[in-house]
Structure formats: C-alpha cells, structure tokens
C-alpha cells in the first residue's frame, strides 16, 4: 500500500510543479478594493474622548485610485462625518490618503502602508468654530484605518487562491489595478479576482 501510494505522488508531483509553474498572475482592480473598503467602513465609529476630542467619528464612504500617474501608490479618498459632543455640532468630513500597497504573505492579505495625508477637508454648516486643531487628528484616524485593516485578503475558500497562497507573491501595482504574480515571474497574464 505504502508503494503504491509513494508511486502515485510521484506522478502527481511533475504535473503539480508544471501547474504552479503556469500560474498567471491574480489581479485586483479598483471597484473590488472599493467594496471591500465599503464593507469595512460600514461599521466604522469610534469615540475620540479617549483623545482629548469630545467627537464620534464615522466614516462614510471610501474611493481608490491605484497607480495615478502611473506611480507606485495607491490613493483612498474618505468621507465622513464627525459630531462634536457640546455643543452638538454635525461636521462633513473628506480626506485623500496616498500609500504603498504591500502584500503581507503571512496574512495573505494587501495592505496599504507608508500613509500620507494630501488633504483634509472638514465643514460644519453655519459653524463659527476654528476645526483646524482636530483636523490632523481626524487625517490621522483615517490613515490608522488603512493601516490596520487590508484592502484584500485572498480567499482561501477557493482552491486556486489557496494555492497561490502558498506561493512566494509580489505585487506590482498598475493602473486601475494591483496584480499578485509569483516572485520571479515576467508574465503578463492576468486572471481577475473577486
């Protein structure tokens, strides 16, 4: 039995090592980040009176645009909305934050790393208040979001994400689009995920 079973993964192991040979690269484009990010925000609030900042803050809405201008960044675009406890004030919150996207083999998973804020902007209807010292604060919190929270995470669910899994990725970032391909691979094909 023992022969047998050592014959069949001998013949098995060319026709698996052809395969992960042949792999084409997996890619990610902008609308599936988007919505994974929707997904994520949707019960994003947090309290900052642990802060010093007598506010809640939600985000609402997030949009990415990858590789503009053809860099090797990503750009997420906030919206949100905050609430000053007293007196209770409603404030519109947009933010645009450019990173690195990197893939964390460990975690099989793309993050957005190296986060920089490129603009903030916060308005509060007929306010007569200065919000320019919480808005570092409220860039920072949205910068933290992505730190700690990926942007895709490969779905081991399916057999072929697994696998691909196990493999040692890199990521090159295009426009429109973030492509995994196995470290050392020329290969111009893509295969889309969801």
Do not use: W
Request: with cysteine; hydrophobic share 40%.
């Amino acid at each position: 039995m023992k022969r047998i079973t050592r014959t069949a993964l001998l013949m098995l192991l060319p026709v698996v090592a052809g395969g992960c040979a042949s792999f084409s690269p997996y890619s990610v484009d902008e609308s599936t980040i988007e919505s994974h990010l929707r997904d994520r925000i949707a019960s994003f609030s947090q309290d900052l009176s642990d802060r010093g900042l007598p506010v809640t803050l939600e985000l609402t809405s997030a949009d990415i645009a990858i590789g503009p201008e053809g860099r090797n960044v990503a750009v997420v675009d906030f919206g949100g909305r905050a609430v000053l406890q007293a007196p209770r004030i409603p404030i519109d919150l947009d933010f645009s934050v450019e990173g690195t996207p990197v893939y964390e083999a460990e975690k099989k998973a793309i993050y957005i790393r190296d986060l920089k804020v490129l603009s903030t902007n916060v308005e509060a209807a007929g306010s007569a208040f200065d919000l320019s010292p919480i808005t570092g604060t409220l860039s920072d919190i949205a910068a933290q979001f992505l730190n700690e929270r990926p942007v895709y995470r490969l779905n081991e669910e399916e057999a072929g994400a697994r696998l691909f899994g196990m493999m040692s990725l890199r990521l090159d970032v295009q426009p429109g689009r973030l492509t995994l391909v196995p470290a050392g691979s020329g290969e111009d094909v893509q295969r889309s995920i969801r």
